[in-house]
């Protein structure tokens, strides 16, 4: 499967923002989705997972409360929507995926599949 994330940009703190990860090339419904980011001179970081059912979802606490992951099926395209954005949160945001019907996951070495990545930068 292919991974396209698009949606970043420059925002102001307390600002909203929605990333997509749009797939191809495979069923997307059999895959489960993970968002991460990485800012320089860091690991990249686990930020949010959604099941391939779209029932279970997993967040970082750092961002529980303000970010919500969710799926659209029939258009093969994975959300995270991002509220009161803060400056920690500038980074640059990877969507990956995984097949398999089994649970969520946390770690990057269980997404074989990555996007590119999409630049958020909130100014303070």
């Known amino acids: 499967v292919q991974l396209q994330a698009s949606g970043g940009g420059l925002v102001q703190a307390g600002d909203s923002l929605t990333l997509s990860c749009a797939a191809s090339?495979?069923?997307?419904?059999?895959?489960?989705v993970g968002w991460f980011r990485q800012t320089p001179g860091k690991e990249r970081e686990f930020v949010a997972s959604i099941n391939w059912s779209g029932l279970s979802t997993y967040y970082a606490d750092f961002v529980k409360g303000r970010f919500t992951i969710s799926r659209d099926d029939a258009k093969s395209t994975n959300y995270l929507q991002m509220k009161t954005l803060k400056p920690d949160d500038t980074a640059v945001y990877y969507c990956?995926?995984?097949?398999?019907?089994?649970?969520?996951?946390?770690?990057?070495?269980?997404?074989?599949?990555w996007g590119q990545g999409t630049l958020v930068t909130v100014s303070s």
């Open positions: 990956a995926a995984r097949p398999g019907y089994v649970g969520v996951f946390t770690g990057r070495s269980a997404y074989p599949y």
């Open positions: 090339g495979r069923t997307f419904s059999n895959y489960g």
